[in-house]
């Protein structure tokens, strides 16, 4: 048997990722997005690549993660438009993913990310009403799953390589909360 290394593990959950997306009818449409690779290296950075039971956990956590983005996507789609109800089908695909993975571990896993889902709603929600919304607001939309999926497995999120990631996503924040953002990851301990 082949020695599990880092790039071994995330190939192999990418080829997971892929093949649980690709239902005849979402690939027909050509919707079935890319994996987002840094997002899947940064969560595996933080696991015991060993480890099945957090392997699985990174999966249903990118699901969880892939759904609310695609969600988010369909404000962007023409209303009535196949695009956006192929959107709204790729969002609820991903979902059941995470849900069907996640019914495999302890009802305080399930407790734990269902909070975790509401909490991001509610801040995407916040973000997509509101101009000037708080960073803490704009890292629950972004990160808040990947923040439930760390304290799950103990591990502090805010790594060097997430630090990286986040920093990226934050291109589009106001110079004053990219500044705030900065001194807030500044003091975090990885």
Same mark, same amino acid.
Request: a negative charge.
């Given at each position: ?71 988010d ?9 196949? +695009? $956006?109800?192929?959107? %709204? /089908?790729?969002? *609820? ?21 269902g ?10 929600c ?33 790594t ?6 986040? +920093? $990226?996503?934050?291109? %589009? /924040?106001?110079? *004053? ?14």
């Amino acid at each position: 048997m082949e020695q599990m290394t880092y790039e071994t593990v995330v190939t192999d959950l990418a080829r997971q990722i892929e093949e649980r997306m690709n239902h005849p009818y979402l690939t027909r449409h050509e919707i079935v997005p890319v994996v987002d690779m840094p997002l899947l290296r940064w969560m595996v950075e933080m696991i015991e690549i060993e480890s099945n039971q957090q392997r699985q956990l990174v999966l249903a956590t990118y699901f969880a993660h892939q759904a609310l983005e695609l969600h988010d996507q369909v404000k962007d789609c023409p209303n009535g438009s196949l +695009e $956006r109800q192929l959107k %709204v /089908l790729a969002g *609820d695909f991903a979902s059941a993913q995470f849900y069907k993975i996640l019914a495999l571990f302890p009802a305080d896993y399930s407790n734990r990310f269902g909070r975790s889902v509401q909490l991001v709603n509610g801040a995407k929600c916040t973000l997509a009403l509101d101009a000037d919304v708080s960073v803490t607001t704009w890292m629950e939309a972004n990160f808040g799953l990947i923040k439930t999926f760390s304290e799950v497995i103990g591990r502090s999120y805010l790594t060097t390589y997430g630090k990286t990631i986040i +920093e $990226r996503k934050a291109t %589009v /924040l106001r110079q *004053d909360q990219r500044e705030q953002l900065t001194t807030l990851l500044a003091h975090a301990v990885a």
